[in-house]
């Protein structure tokens, strides 16, 4: 195990300090909760008939996150684009939340052009820049932030502003109907629980070294799948899937078998609060992963309620994928291939 108290070791590997980044997540999430229900929003959005979600990278986790808390709760139909465009239909009955923590992700501010010329409803959530300039010059609802409360400024450590504001914004606007009170106590009790959850992340990232990590989710948990699968690739800088119960019942199960010689790693996001015919899921697709000769591990959450879950996993995935990154020897907060190719493609 690596000393991860060692501050002057740990430092030279991790100079942007995204290690404070990281255990600032409760405050983070406090103030973004606290900030975005201070705007004030007169536009009316009543006559919103779908909702299209642009972002990409650490940009979309909120919508994600959303969809995956509503689930069949979900009054609107509901696309996630992670693209250039918005699709045909997009139209004056269409809200298009537009996200970028930089505010200069190039894919956004194309789908914002779209929308504008389509007469969409938008929304917009930023740290500022182009996306922050084009708000204010259309006189979009908008929650800007200024990610103090994440001083390495990496955008995946900014999950309070994009995950908490995003679902705060839209609250705010009416356009769907959050449980404010259950959000506040479960950031209350990730604050109570938070030191706990670290010490896990701490105590399971060496499962998963030279490993290939694999994760299952479902219902709720379904957007913190794919959320932990980026902080694997982009924190660790190792490959990662995911999968979501039910659908992997149908496929995944009969791929387990070859090749014989392999790096996966199972980790399954578990919860008491998952429905009942999911929970017997979970236990039989444990079950056959196990029987495949396959190593599972487990993260159950120990809190009451959805929201309580969705905090919860976000905060050990972000520890555990830091702490696999700092034994690595690895930059935690740096994506020199991404950036690399964003060079290149501007040429």
Not at 21 to 28: A, D
Not at 49 to 65: P, T
Not at 198 to 226: C, F, M, W
Not at 292 to 308: A, C, L, P, R
Request: hydrophobic share 35%.
């Amino acid at each position: 195990m690596k000393n991860f108290n060692d501050t002057e070791a740990i430092r030279k590997i991790d100079p942007q300090n995204t290690l404070d980044s990281t255990k600032l997540l409760p405050k983070q999430l406090q103030v973004a909760w606290d900030e975005v229900n201070k705007i004030e929003i007169t536009e009316d959005f009543s006559n919103v008939q779908n909702i299209i979600f642009c972002g990409m990278g650490a940009s979309i986790y909120g919508a994600l996150v959303l969809k995956s808390l509503l689930g069949s709760q979900n009054p609107y139909p509901t696309d996630v684009i992670t693209d250039y465009h918005l699709p045909e239909y997009a139209n004056e009955n269409t809200l298009v939340v537009l996200t970028s923590y930089s505010g200069s992700t190039e894919e956004v501010l194309s789908c914002a052009e779209d929308a504008k010329e389509k007469s969409c409803k938008m929304l917009v959530l930023t740290k500022g820049g182009k996306l922050g300039d084009f708000a204010k010059e259309n006189n979009v609802a908008s929650y800007i932030f200024d990610g103090k409360l994440n001083p390495a400024g990496v955008p995946r450590l900014g999950n309070g502003y994009t995950i908490l504001g995003l679902l705060g914004l839209l609250n705010k606007a009416k356009v769907i109907t959050l449980a404010d009170r259950e959000i506040e106590d479960a950031i209350t009790r990730l604050e109570e629980n938070f030191e706990d959850i670290r010490v896990q992340a701490e105590t399971d990232y060496e499962k998963y070294i030279d490993s290939i990590p694999v994760i299952i989710s479902a219902e709720h948990l379904s957007g913190n799948a794919q959320i932990l699968r980026n902080q694997f690739n982009e924190t660790s800088k190792t490959f990662s899937a995911y999968y979501l119960i039910p659908d992997l019942n149908h496929h995944l199960m009969e791929g387990l078998q070859f090749p014989g010689e392999h790096h996966l790693k199972f980790i399954i996001l578990n919860t008491e609060n998952y429905s009942p015919k999911i929970q017997k899921r979970v236990e039989l697709t444990v079950d056959v992963i196990k029987k495949n000769n396959h190593e599972i591990n487990e993260f159950k959450t120990t809190g009451s309620t959805t929201y309580e879950d969705v905090l919860e996993v976000m905060a050990y995935g972000s520890f555990l994928t830091l702490y696999l990154a700092l034994y690595y020897d690895q930059n935690p907060a740096i994506n020199p291939w991404v950036d690399w190719f964003k060079e290149e493609l501007a040429k």
